[in-house]
């Protein structure tokens, strides 16, 4: 009882605390998705379940040089492209350690953003299936015609990789695969590949200052 009521003690003080969706912030008729992400390269550590013979039973160790990946996807106005500040609402995000073991801070930067862009592309259907445009049978394409999805990175290496014309192989060949798979969002319209990216619809990459 005793901790119920420190808990509704806090929950009466940090009331305030929260998310607050203005009435200022972007239009449901002209709004785009966004989707923000970010990753730590090698600072965390994990628990990972191993079998101790000696015991006969499971226990977990301590695995040290994590990487940790976080994003927010959010309805943001269409100046977000190039907009220095904007008024964002929130739709979902999240906050985990990375599972795969990464050996560069661009390829935790790379999970991070693949994360963020898929979560951000069911959002954008759900969004344009709600406005009644949305084909089913092609649900990724027709989202991507109807409405636009800006990609916001601080990581200048992989933002420069993206929006570069010619494609720059890297020597590991999963994180190139990844790496192709987001440069095929940018630069492909329905199904074609395009001379030069186009920001008015479709998936596009924005660098933002790490401050």
């Not at 009466?12 to 972007?26: C, I, R, V």
């Amino acid at each position: 009882l005793r901790e119920c009521n420190r808990i509704l003690d806090y929950a009466k003080e940090t009331s305030d605390h929260g998310l607050f969706f203005s009435s200022e912030g972007p239009s449901w008729d002209d709004c785009v998705v966004c989707s923000i992400s970010d990753a730590s390269f090698n600072n965390d550590t994990t628990y990972v379940k191993t079998w101790d013979e000696a015991n006969d039973r499971w226990t977990e160790i301590k695995e040290k040089n994590r990487s940790q990946q976080g994003y927010i996807v959010c309805l943001a106005p269409p100046d977000i492209l190039n907009a220095r500040t904007a008024i964002i609402h929130p739709i979902v995000w999240s906050s985990a350690i990375i599972k795969r073991v990464c050996r560069s801070t661009l390829m935790a930067e790379t999970f991070s953003m693949i994360r963020a862009t898929e979560q951000g592309a069911r959002i954008r259907a759900a969004v344009v299936d709600a406005r009644g445009l949305l084909t089913l049978k092609k649900w990724e394409e027709s989202a991507s015609r109807h409405m636009s999805h800006v990609w916001l990175t601080d990581c200048d290496s992989l933002y420069e990789h993206l929006v570069s014309p010619k494609s720059q192989q890297v020597g590991n060949k999963r994180l190139n695969i990844d790496l192709m798979a987001l440069r095929q969002q940018v630069w492909e319209r329905d199904g074609e590949r395009t001379q030069f990216v186009d920001s008015s619809s479709g998936d596009y990459p924005r660098w933002i200052d790490t401050s």
